[in-house]
C-alpha cells in the first residue's frame, strides 16, 4: 500500500499565496496521474488540478491563471502553487494519486486533506 502525505495548507490573506506538497509514502509507487481536489463546506469535492506522469496538466477553470501544479516523478511528489488566492479558494485540499488499469477502469489513493483558508 501508499499513502499520500499533504503540507503546506494554512491561512492567508486574498491576493496571497501558498504552496501545497504532497508526497507518496513510497517513491517506487508509480502513478499514472497526481494532483487536487477541494472541498468546501457544504458543497461536493471538485477537481482543481491534475498532471499526468507525462506532464500534461489540466485545470478547473475557477484556478486558471492563478495555481500551477508540477510534479517531481523521482520523488513521487505533486506541488500545487496557488497565487491570488480568493476567499472562494477557501477549502480543504486533498491529494490524489491515480492508478489507470484502463480506459475506464482507475484506481485512487487520497491524502487526509490540508486546510486553506483565504480572509477577505
Known amino acids: 500500500q501508499v499513502q499520500l502525505v499533504e503540507s503546506g495548507g494554512g491561512l492567508v490573506q486574498a491576493g496571497g499565496s501558498l504552496r501545497l506538497s504532497c508526497a507518496a509514502s513510497?517513491?517506487?509507487?508509480?502513478?499514472?496521474?497526481m494532483g487536487w481536489h477541494r472541498q468546501a463546506p457544504g458543497k461536493q469535492r471538485e477537481l482543481v488540478a491534475m498532471?499526468?506522469?507525462?506532464?500534461?496538466?489540466n485545470y478547473t477553470e475557477a484556478v486558471k491563471g492563478r495555481f500551477i501544479i508540477s510534479r517531481d516523478n523521482a520523488k513521487n511528489t505533486v506541488y500545487l502553487q496557488m497565487n491570488s488566492l480568493k476567499p472562494e479558494d477557501t477549502a480543504v485540499y486533498y491529494c490524489?494519486?491515480?492508478?489507470?488499469?484502463?480506459?475506464?477502469?482507475?484506481?485512487?489513493?487520497w491524502g487526509q486533506g490540508t486546510q486553506v483558508t483565504v480572509s477577505p
Open positions: 490524489l494519486g491515480r492508478v489507470d488499469y484502463g480506459p475506464t477502469l482507475w484506481e485512487g489513493y
Open positions: 513510497r517513491s517506487s509507487f508509480s502513478f499514472n496521474s
Open positions: 498532471i499526468s506522469s507525462g506532464g500534461s496538466t
